[in-house]
Each structure stands twice: as structure tokens, then as C-alpha cells.
């Protein structure tokens, strides 16, 4: 394995250690790796509008990381809605390495970036697809994923729709909302929601996770 930047090692480190996760050398190695080609990759194309290195280590690497500290690894596909960057599935894949990955990004150069990093990351059972959330939740995926997870500004009833079609039967959804946004949410009556998680360090953000009132897929 190629030496990563020291300082982007120590950022993530640092994050990490307040969570208590497992996280081996090679997974800090993945972990970096990542957030190099993110600094990389994002001087050509718009992948964040966070460019600070120790923001990134705690708005992204941190705020994913923060899901497996609530959620054991889910048994089944594990798919990432609206991946971007890569949060939070990328440093899920990473702790979660047994788990299968599904990446939904439509944009290409997004997508293209994604694919990049599962290579020089040696990432296997992860893979990226292009196809929009409405499509993915009528196509193959449908009735799939044990865990969906989503970061987002705002949530349509229409996506909720959509999420729930993507989830297998005990299928779980992990959306990293505002707080304002979350209250919102929590009374679409789509879903029977679970909890809701404060994420550390964070501006009024917290995670909601629920499971589908009904598994209808029509």
C-alpha cells in the first residue's frame, strides 16, 4: 500500500477515535485514500462544497462514520442513495467490508470518481450505479437492500416512496438530515420511524432511521 498524507491520516484518526469503531490500518489506509483523490478530484470537478481538510474529516468521514456506531453491519446489500463523494456508503463499505455496496449516483463524473476510489481502494463487493432513485426502485434493485442510507437537504413523499421499494423484507433507512428537515420527515406516515440521532459535532444534524409501513410495490 502506497504511503497516504500523514496529516490526512491523523485528521481522520482523530475523528474516529471519539466513535470506538474496530478500525484497522488497512481500513485507515481506505479511509485516506479516499480522502485524498475527494481533495484531488474535487480541484476538477464539484464533489463538495466543503473544502477545509479538517471540516471534510468531520462533516463527511465522521458524520458516516457516526451510522455503524447505531446500526450493526446490515446482513445484505447495503445501498447508498445519491452517493456524490461517496457519504455515507464509501466509509460504511470500508468498516463494513463483508457488506454488499451498491452506489447510486446518476451524475457521470460523480459516478466516474466513485468508481476510482473503490479501485485504488481495493474495495470488493462495491459497485456504482447511474441509474436515477425512481428508476433504481422499479428495476433489479427493487426489494433488495437490507439497509438504504441517504444524505440530503429535503426528502420528497415521492422518495420516501421510492426508498421503500428498495428495502427487502426487516429493511431499514438511515436518512442524515437538518434537524428542521428530520421533524418533517418523521411524520410521513410511509415509514414506522425509529429513532433519531443526534450526529456529533454537527450544525443541527441528526439521523433518522425507520422501516416501511408496508412493503407495497406496485
Known sequence: MPDNDPEITCLLRRVAAPLGLPISETQFWQLATHFELLLRWNQKINLSAVRDPRRIAERHF?????????????????????????????????????VETVLLEPNQKKATFLKDVIRQCGLQRASVSTD??????????????????????????????????????????????????????????????????VIPNSLRRVILTGTPASLQRQ
Open 62 to 98: 465522521e458524520e458516516s462514520l457516526f451510522l455503524a456506531t447505531l446500526l450493526p453491519a446490515p446482513v445484505g446489500l447495503m445501498i447508498d442513495v445519491g452517493s456524490g463523494a461517496g457519504f455515507p456508503g464509501l466509509p460504511l463499505k470500508v468498516v463494513w467490508p463483508h
Open 132 to 197: 436515477r432513485l425512481e428508476v433504481a426502485a422499479r428495476g433489479e434493485l427493487a426489494g433488495c437492500a437490507a439497509l438504504v442510507t441517504m444524505r440530503a437537504v429535503a426528502v420528497a413523499h415521492a422518495d420516501m416512496e421510492s426508498l421503500a421499494r428498495l428495502l427487502g423484507e426487516n429493511g431499514q433507512v438511515a436518512l442524515f438530515l437538518g434537524e428542521a428537515d428530520a421533524e418533517r420527515v418523521a411524520h410521513d406516515s410511509s415509514f414506522r420511524w425509529l429513532r433519531m440521532d
